[in-house]
């Protein structure tokens, strides 16, 4: 506050400032500093210097002390608006200048400090002073557990002079949250760099980060791959949570539908092509009370489904099918973007050093046969990676060739039914490369 301020504060409850006495430095009022004591302050019968000190929060030990000089002085304090004659926090009224106003529990903000002179007083001086403890930050902490796609966490940040009053957690895929313990399915396995940011009572933030690794449970079908027409039984989530299930299509499919049923609770269905749904991103959602959901798909593509159910409501003992009519191998398959069929081909494939492609997909029907993967042609040096039921790493694939240049094949004789991952990363730069791929229906 200025010092204007701190006298138009003042005059509008009716207290009159001096036109004239000194104080330290020249000053008449104003703003106190911590700790500071100014000087030399007078005033004539019936007149008042006015100062404020502003107080942060967690302040302790706050005293005003008046002395010195010669006169009568008497020192009024109050929190958040200009004291009176009649209305204050603080009002010692001794004889004298010397005055003491101890707060024993400091409040944030402005507090307003009034010296009235009873009688002509001259050469008084004013302290304002408080303590402030600096806070110490949280220290931010997480465990998990793992099963299959699913990564259960538990907070386990400290704060030595205070509490954790807030959490954020980044599961490393887009995925959020802001309870304590939450429980998190990953749409794919591989590791995520999931952090943990906590905020303090005191506003201080700390944040870790640590790899966390799910896996899809291994075998085709496995983990949390739905297979047509058969049931799966038991699931539960607590509220704001998700679970997350993947199921391939082959072409010339039709009637795809997805069903939950039964058990207690709220789960909601939401249902997407390529990619994990969310809450605002999805293919269909069927979000009626109750555990009876049903998302038909009148146009099956070929490719991956991934259904997600959101725990509208804590829910168990809920079943989950998702089945379709297979085609009666006359089903065609329309490549589009990274979505390949057989015989398709992708030319002009380029990359930096350590660098991928996209990620392109091709779903293989059960009892195919022959399934071939291949790159060729450009300059550079192009290594080819393919995996089954997720996106290939370097340290995780199906094949990979790993030849010097660009002329690279993967070959599987009897092919498992899914969908394949195949992606292209630069060894040295390329360009120019060729992607092909095929099968026997």
């Avoid at 003992?317 to 990274?338: K, V």
Wanted: glycine content about 16%; proline content about 4%; some cysteine.
């Amino acid at each position: 506050l200025s010092a204007a301020a701190v006298t138009a504060a003042f005059t509008s409850v009716g207290v009159a400032c001096p036109g004239g006495g000194g104080g330290g430095g020249g000053s008449t009022g104003g703003p106190l500093t911590n700790g500071v004591t100014v000087t030399g302050i007078n005033a004539t019968t019936g007149n008042s210097v006015n100062y404020t000190l502003v107080v942060p929060a967690g302040a302790t030990n706050l005293n005003f002390v008046m002395s010195g000089g010669t006169g009568d002085a008497d020192m009024y304090v109050k929190f958040g608006s200009a004291p009176t004659d009649t209305s204050y926090d603080c009002r010692p009224y001794a004889n004298g200048n010397s005055e003491s106003c101890p707060i024993s529990s400091a409040q944030a903000g402005t507090y307003y400090v009034r010296l009235k002179a009873y009688a002509s007083f001259s050469g008084v001086s004013l302290t304002g002073s408080y303590s402030q403890v600096s806070n110490s930050p949280p220290v931010a902490n997480f465990s998990f557990t793992t099963s299959n796609l699913v990564a259960s966490f538990s907070d386990s940040s400290s704060d030595s002079d205070g509490s954790i009053a807030s959490r954020s957690w980044n599961f490393g895929d887009g995925g959020s949250s802001t309870s304590t313990n939450p429980s998190h399915t990953y749409a794919s396995a591989g590791t995520y760099n999931v952090t943990l940011t906590v905020t303090d009572n005191s506003g201080a933030s700390n944040a870790t980060t640590k790899a966390v690794t799910v896996s899809s449970g291994g075998g085709g079908g496995g983990g949390n791959e739905l297979q047509n027409g058969v049931t799966v039984t038991g699931l539960a989530a607590s509220s704001g949570n998700q679970l997350v299930y993947t199921m391939v299509v082959p072409s010339g499919a039709s009637g795809l539908k997805f069903v939950t049923s039964g058990g207690s609770g709220d789960g909601d269905l939401y249902v997407k092509f390529g990619s994990a749904p969310t809450t605002s991103s999805y293919d269909c959602r069927s979000w009626a009370s109750g555990n009876g959901e049903t998302c038909n798909i009148s146009s099956a593509q070929a490719g991956t489904y991934y259904v997600m159910i959101n725990a509208y409501s804590t829910f168990s003992g809920m079943s989950l099918t998702g089945s379709y009519t297979a085609g009666g191998g006359g089903g065609s398959c329309t490549p589009s973007g990274t979505v390949l069929c057989s015989g398709s081909v992708i030319s002009g494939l380029s990359a930096s050093k350590n660098n991928w492609t996209s990620v392109y997909t091709l779903v293989v029907p059960a009892g195919a046969s022959n399934l071939s993967f291949s790159i060729a042609g450009g300059s550079g040096d192009a290594d080819m990676y393919v995996r089954l039921g997720a996106a290939p790493t370097t340290s995780s694939y199906t094949c990979r060739p790993y030849l010097s240049g660009n002329a690279e094949t993967c070959t599987f004789a009897a092919p498992a039914a899914g969908t394949y991952y195949v992606s292209v990363r630069a060894y040295a730069a390329f360009s120019g490369v060729t992607l092909s791929t095929s099968f026997t229906p």
